[in-house]
């Protein structure tokens, strides 16, 4: 990291502001309260509400933009402030409500009358700069909302969602039951048995699928072929691949070896959604958002006339790694992709209910927390279907529940609240949303080996929205967009409900092991279950 300066991302509010007096702290490193819980952002109007008449009707970037970009007020007080401090500003996102300044640290601690120092991760040795504290003055409380990086704090589990203690080759699976797809794990065939995914190549050249890559996590073409030959021999292999698209300096280097994740989320995208247009929007280590390139993305996505229909992530972080008012942005950048028609997934996270490192209380995940993004959880075997142990998913500390939830989530905690009672919040936005596959992946990473986590369980569902949008594209009908509204009033009939199986997690040595069960209905394991194309396209009329 730098040692004498960095760069400053500032989000600017709307709000009319007082002269520029005195300093007040905008933003402070505490440990958020357990039960504490916050309104989101502004929903993505009603184009998602199924029982609105404005459903489908995705907004341009124009008028997006016009519901985020600052007041001339607020540009005006912004740039005379930055004038008498001699600093210039870089729009980051399209609207500019993001603004990037570079600032000697000497400088940035009394602009923000903070004391920013270098810390350094015990385990890696990474260091980062930052403040426990910062102010403005008083005349840009309620222009700037929120200044990055200062107070949020790089995630020590800053890896993939991945696990792979049990990879292993493929020739050491043992025979299960040689009449199903799903003896030898779980492969193409096997999903496409179990949710009734079609072979039937997809035909509209406007579909996208995204998926997010970071550095070290390259997808080789020569690996994706070899996939191809053995578990799709109907398709191309020679013909069949995906774009790339380079943020923050990643450009998917071919040359080294394979960490797995980047070769699960192409693999299980290329690979099942047949035909449809794939990107790989990969994150170099050149980002300086202080979120893994996560805000970069998405202010990126924000930025093309065409979004990609669906954007999968097998990536997260603690809830509480990032500050509220952090949060609170970025998922407001997600609320506005929703609002573009962009369908926004991540994968819940490998590591059940999660624990806070200084208690027993269960920890959420971010960006499974935001409302408006749909949380995929994890499953495991097959005729029938259980929860996966390690299928993260809880209840956020930072956002209230959504409308769209409530008649789902509250009759899960009528029946089964009291279990695990006080070790989360009851009141917050719940998740998972929905659950798919997560365990013995095939992959090809130099060689065939299985793999498990709910980053297989995202590209799989990923796919599954690619393809019912396609069938929506071709006649004439929008795609999916932002899927909660819409999956907890009709669409979780789609779905087959998992009740066998529980999450898990040992908090601490005195404590025992807890986690949340799958049961009939909504649980926070496997939200609704997992998907049957067949029951999407009857419940659509396609």
């Given amino acids: 990291m730098f040692t004498t300066g960095f760069t400053v991302l500032v989000y600017l509010g709307l709000a009319l502001a007082t002269p520029l007096t005195n300093f007040r702290v905008l933003e402070k490193r505490d440990l958020v309260p357990h039960g504490f819980t916050r309104v ?25 933009g016009s519901f985020v970009k600052p007041s001339s007020v607020t540009k005006d007080a912004v740039d005379a402030w930055l004038r008498t401090n001699g600093l210039d ?63 949020s704090f790089p995630d020590s589990a800053n890896l993939p969602l991945t696990t792979t203690k049990q990879k292993r080759s493929i020739h050491e ?41 970071f550095f070290g996590n390259s997808a080789h073409f020569t690996y994706l072929a070899e996939f191809l030959k053995m578990y799709r021999p109907d398709i191309d292999a020679n013909t069949a691949t995906f774009n790339v698209v380079g943020i923050d300096g990643g450009d998917n280097p071919q040359e080294g070896p394979s960490v797995s994740e980047g070769e699960l989320d192409i693999q299980y995208t290329v690979g099942l959604a047949t035909n449809v247009n794939v990107t790989y929007y990969f994150i ?23 979004p990609p229909l669906v954007l999968t992530t097998s990536y997260g972080l603690q809830e509480k790694t990032i500050s509220l008012a952090l949060t609170q942005k970025l998922c407001n950048v ?13 994968a819940s996270g490998d590591s059940g209910p999660g624990c806070r490192s200084d208690s027993n209380v269960f920890e959420p995940m971010f960006p499974s927390n935001c409302p408006y993004v749909t949380s995929v959880g994890g499953t495991q075997n097959f005729a ?65 080996s299985g793999i ?3 980053s297989a369980s995202s590209p799989t569902f990923a796919s599954i929205v690619a393809l019912i ?44 092991t807890r986690g949340f069960d799958a049961v009939a209905g909504w649980d926070p394991v496997t939200g609704f279950g997992t998907p049957n194309f067949n029951k999407l396209v009857s419940l659509l009329d396609l």
């Avoid at 640290?105 to 385990?123: E, R």
């Avoid at 492969?187 to 949710?195: F, G, N, R, S």
């Avoid at 980002?287 to 924000?302: I, K, P, V």
């Fill in 40 to 64: 989101g952002p502004a929903s993505p109007e009603h184009v998602s509400d199924p029982s609105s008449y404005k459903y489908g009707q995705y907004l341009t970037m124009e008028e997006v």
């Fill in 89 to 151: 500003a870089t729009a980051v996102s399209p609207a500019g409500d993001w603004i990037g300044i570079n600032v000697p640290v000497s400088k940035a601690n009394a602009l923000f009358d903070a004391d920013f120092t270098t810390f350094t991760h015990q385990d890696t040795g990474s260091q980062f700069i930052r403040t426990m504290s910062y102010s403005l003055p008083e005349a840009l409380h309620g222009h700037v909302e929120v200044v990055h990086p200062t107070v």
């Fill in 173 to 213: 699976i043992v025979q299960r039951d040689p009449s199903t797809t799903c003896a030898n794990g779980t492969i193409p065939a096997c999903l496409q048995d179990l949710y009734q995914i079609p072979l039937t190549p997809a035909t509209q050249k406007n579909n996208t699928l995204g998926v997010t890559g």
């Fill in 284 to 306: 170099g280590i050149d980002n300086q958002d202080g979120l893994m390139g996560f805000l970069d993305e998405a202010n990126l996505l924000l930025a093309l006339e065409q």
């Fill in 334 to 346: 997600y609320a506005q992709l929703g609002a573009r028609g962009t369908t926004i997934l991540f």
């Fill in 384 to 448: 029938p279907e259980e929860a996966w142990p390690g299928s993260s998913g809880g209840f956020s500390n930072y956002y209230a529940r959504p409308d769209y939830q409530k008649k789902a989530v509250g009759a899960y905690l009528s029946a089964h609240g009291e279990k695990n009672a006080g070790r989360f919040n009851a009141s917050g936005r719940a998740f998972p949303d929905i659950a798919a596959k997560a365990d013995f992946f095939i992959i090809n990473a130099n060689g065939f």
């Fill in 452 to 454: 498990q986590g709910t």
């Fill in 469 to 512: 949008n396609d069938r929506l594209l071709a006649k004439g009908r929008p795609q999916m967009g932002f899927l909660n509204p819409w999956l907890y009033s009709t669409g979780h009939a789609a779905f087959t409900d998992i009740t066998t199986g529980n999450s898990s997690i040992q908090c601490s040595s005195t404590d025992p």
